[in-house]
């Protein structure tokens, strides 16, 4: 029998998943993992990464964020999240209506395109538009492995994004039929209308006065709302960007009814607060907006991540030029063109690093929640488990080595985003991506990338896995 051979060890680090952290080697094999175990056990290798002191989590997935024009383009994007750590993007896409493309004719599309552009592996989510004949293409959607979809469930001013109740629940029964996932940015669309219009009459148009138009029972009113017809239609239901204590109170309550509902939050509604609305004016506009500093989100957030309810973290990147928010100071809601100005913030560069500092170093979470939140918990909910999101035989060898000690200052300067602007300017933290694998071949490498854009593979997914729940500690 010929002596098997393997082409990376990686070995001398502590080896996380999302339930355990092992003394352990890691073998790959090509694109995928080998073997796990004892150094001494593994077979030889062609090339050893020594990862003493460091942490080896399963390469971690962004399963919210915007790429295309008018953000980061799939070239510049994947490369900016390469740098921040990441390995996998799941990023939001549309079909054009203005020319009737279909849903399949929209996924071949910006498959082929993407494919050219991505360093990193890459699936959609499709957002749905309040337009009733999209529904047919969704079959042959999750088919071609597109198997989530998006709602808005608010922005009346920009249709037709904001969906009609009779059209997300079409929605939901077309996509349990197929096996997929209903995604519901979740805000009630003619309230916030209506509040935003009654502050524009009265002339509360400055930045502070955002936040107050879409209030947080807004978030939790529709959350219900998107519960109870995803029961009825039996569609599992994922709430984008949760930011409120009263929405998650809902979730709970769905998922204590053993109902399919799961949550994600993102970065910004765990570690900034309406506060930053002085700071950064029109740049900290997103939707849903940041929370009170003094209200109870946050603190309902950390412990919703904690105890398991909240099974993922998104970055939402959603990247805008200066030019097109700064008329927000003068008016936060439009611009003198009538314009809305643009909600969102850049935050793939920052996700990986601020979670690691913020939440295992600051409070205390243990590192397997990492690997919970940002690679088993997506890849599950999201159809790419257990090749993506595990580090296990047979998955892609998909790596994320953090570094625990270096301490540094989030600087955009360092950053490669189209924004120019961070949020988190300024702030101190611990631990670094040192080290990612994408497919078993090097990525990033001491902050330079080793593999070029057109590496990233196009994922096809399959249905919805239920996610890790409990509490972490
Ligand atoms: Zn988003």
Not at 81 to 99: E, I, M, P, S
Not at 423 to 440: A, C, D, K, S, V
Request: net charge negative; aromatic share 8%; hydrophobic share 40%.
């Amino acid at each position: 029998m010929p002596t098997p051979r393997v082409d990376i060890v990686v070995h001398g680090g502590q080896v996380v998943t999302a339930t355990d952290v092992l003394d352990a080697a890691v073998a790959i094999r090509g694109e995928s993992i080998a073997a796990i175990g004892p150094p001494e056990l593994l077979p030889p290798a062609d090339r050893y990464v020594d990862a003493r002191g460091k942490y080896v989590l399963p390469g971690a997935i962004d399963c919210h964020i915007h790429l295309g024009p008018e953000y980061d383009d799939w070239t510049a994007g994947p490369i900016a999240a390469a740098h921040a750590g990441l390995t996998t993007l799941l990023g939001f896409a549309v079909y054009d209506d203005r020319t009737g493309e279909t849903l399949p004719q929209a996924i071949t599309r910006l498959r082929q395109e993407t494919e050219r552009q991505s360093v990193l592996d890459f699936g959609f989510h499709f957002i749905l538009f309040n337009q009733p004949p999209i529904l047919e293409g969704v079959g042959e959607a999750v088919r071609l492995g597109v198997s989530s979809f998006k709602m808005f469930m608010t922005y009346k001013k920009r249709p037709p994004r904001m969906c009609s109740d009779d059209f997300i629940y079409r929605a939901m029964e077309v996509i349990a039929a197929h096996g997929g996932l209903a995604q519901l940015h979740c805000e009630n669309g003619d309230v916030i209308d209506h509040l935003e219009n009654r502050a524009l009459a009265e002339g509360r148009v400055e930045p502070r006065h955002f936040p107050a138009t879409c209030p947080d029972w807004a978030e939790e009113e529709a959350i219900n709302r998107a519960i109870a017809m995803g029961a009825m239609a039996g569609a599992p239901v994922y709430v984008v960007h949760l930011s409120t204590a009263l929405g998650l109170a809902r979730i709970k309550q769905a998922q204590g009814r053993g109902q399919r509902v799961w949550t994600e939050t993102c970065p910004q509604y765990l570690l900034l607060t309406e506060d930053e609305m002085e700071r950064w004016g029109p740049l900290a506009k997103m939707g849903p907006p940041l929370r009170r500093a003094d209200g109870p989100d946050r603190d309902a957030l950390w412990a919703g991540v904690a105890e398991g309810y909240i099974s993922s973290v998104g970055s939402d990147h959603a990247p805008r030029a200066r030019a097109v928010k700064e008329p927000g100071w003068k008016n936060i809601f439009v611009d003198p063109a009538g314009r809305s100005i643009p909600f969102g913030a850049p935050s793939v560069e920052t996700m990986v690093p601020l979670m690691f500092s913020e939440g295992v170093v600051k409070r205390g979470l243990p590192i397997t929640w990492m690997a919970r939140v940002l690679a088993e918990n997506p890849a599950r909910i999201f159809g790419l488990y257990p090749r993506k999101g595990a580090i296990r035989p047979g998955a892609d060898a998909d790596l994320l080595i953090i570094d625990p000690e270096p301490e540094g200052i989030i600087r955009v300067a360092d950053h490669r985003g189209m924004a120019g602007w961070t949020l988190y300017e300024g702030w101190t933290i611990r631990g670094r991506p040192w080290m990612t694998f994408l497919r078993g071949r090097v990525l990033l490498n001491e902050g330079r990338l080793e593999q070029e854009p057109g590496y990233g593979s196009y994922l096809v997914r399959g249905r919805p896995q239920p996610p890790l729940a409990g509490a972490v500690r």
